[in-house]
Every structure is written in structure tokens, then in C-alpha cells.
């Protein structure tokens, strides 16, 4: 059975640092995307953040909101995916969704339950 659970949300002056965590366990297959998705409310689901696979070289990609700010990463050992999001605004205020997609005989696309993170002004 795949698992992914976030973990690090909370409520967070402007300015301040949260890391969320996203664990995951159960996939089966080649990991080619990590990345991590945010719903403020009443608008559309955003990308901030991935990680790409090819050929084992990993590629980092940001949304221009958080460029600067945010840095995701990857721990293999831990099975753990990370962002790191530094100087918080208040329009940074959302729910964060870990995304995992795999490839291979049992491939997949895997959704975390979302971790609220909450920036006060």
C-alpha cells in the first residue's frame, strides 16, 4: 500500500521559515517526479515546486512566487521529500500537497492528504 504523509505545516509570522516533509512508502517502480502543490483558498491549484528524474540527473524547478524563497529536496535514504520555504508572505497561505509519480511494471501517481500552512501578517 503507497503512503505519503506531510508533516511541518502550521501558522507562521511574514518573514518566518516552516520545512514541510512529505515521507513515502509502498511505491513500486522508477521515481521520475517529486514536487509539491499548494490550493490557497478560491483559486486554483498551484505547482511550486518538482523535481525531475532522467537519466539520474535530478531537475529542480520553481514557481516564480517562491523562486529565491522556497528549495525542495529530496532524502532518498529517509524516503523523504522536502521544502524548505524561508520569508513566508502572507499570500504563501495554502494547502501543501506532496505529488509523487513513478514509472515501471507498477507505475503510479500518488497524492499526500495536504498540510495547511498558515502566514499572519
Known amino acids: 500500500q503507497v503512503r505519503l504523509v506531510e508533516s511541518g505545516g502550521g501558522l507562521v509570522q511574514a518573514g518566518g521559515s516552516l520545512r514541510l516533509s512529505c515521507e513515502h512508502s509502498g511505491i513500486i517502480g522508477s521515481i521520475w517526479f517529486m514536487g509539491w502543490y499548494r490550493r490557497a483558498p478560491n483559486k486554483e491549484r498551484e505547482l511550486v515546486a518538482t523535481?525531475?528524474?532522467?537519466?539520474?540527473?535530478?531537475?529542480?524547478n520553481y514557481a516564480d512566487s517562491v523562486k529565491g524563497r522556497f528549495t525542495i529536496s529530496a532524502d532518498n535514504a529517509d524516503n523523504t521529500v522536502h521544502l524548505h520555504m524561508s520569508n513566508l508572505q502572507p499570500e504563501d497561505t495554502a494547502i501543501y500537497s506532496c505529488?509523487?509519480?513513478?514509472?515501471?511494471?507498477?507505475?503510479?501517481?500518488?497524492w499526500g492528504q495536504g498540510t495547511q500552512v498558515t502566514v499572519s501578517s
Open positions: 523535481i525531475t528524474t532522467r537519466f539520474s540527473r535530478e531537475t529542480t
Open positions: 505529488n509523487i509519480k513513478s514509472v515501471g511494471t507498477v507505475g503510479g501517481d500518488y
